[in-house]
């Protein structure tokens, strides 16, 4: 509801990406930035292949990482965007979770 409002009296259309968390939280960042852009980055200097790019989110701000990582995982806590489109839903970020997922792929 307040997403129109935000863009046009802020004047952030065109100028910043801007995600919603939990219905709740306004991420706004520099135009065409994400967290996967980062971890390509890292990834390139590091020799890493997008294979071995294990990802773990769970809000809109983590959409593009869990959608491009091979495997993106969605905390059992995560916005149902993200849970639709992950490799797996674990669970929530009160949890060993992410331990456990990761021990899967050693």
């Known amino acids: 509801k307040l997403m129109p409002i935000i863009k046009s009296e802020l004047n952030f259309e065109g100028k ?23 971890i390509k980055v890292v990834s390139k200097l590091e020799s890493v292949n997008n294979e071995d790019i294990i990802s773990f989110g769970d809000s809109g701000n983590d959409l593009d990482m869990i959608s491009k990582s091979k495997y993106g995982y969605a905390m059992g806590n995560s916005e149902d965007s993200i849970k639709k489109i992950a490799y797996e839903v674990i669970g929530d970020n009160n949890s060993n979770a992410i331990a456990l997922a990761m021990l899967k792929h050693i």
């Open 16 to 38: 910043a990406d801007i995600h919603i968390s939990h219905n709740e939280f306004y991420d706004v960042s520099a135009l065409n930035t994400s967290k996967y852009n980062g």
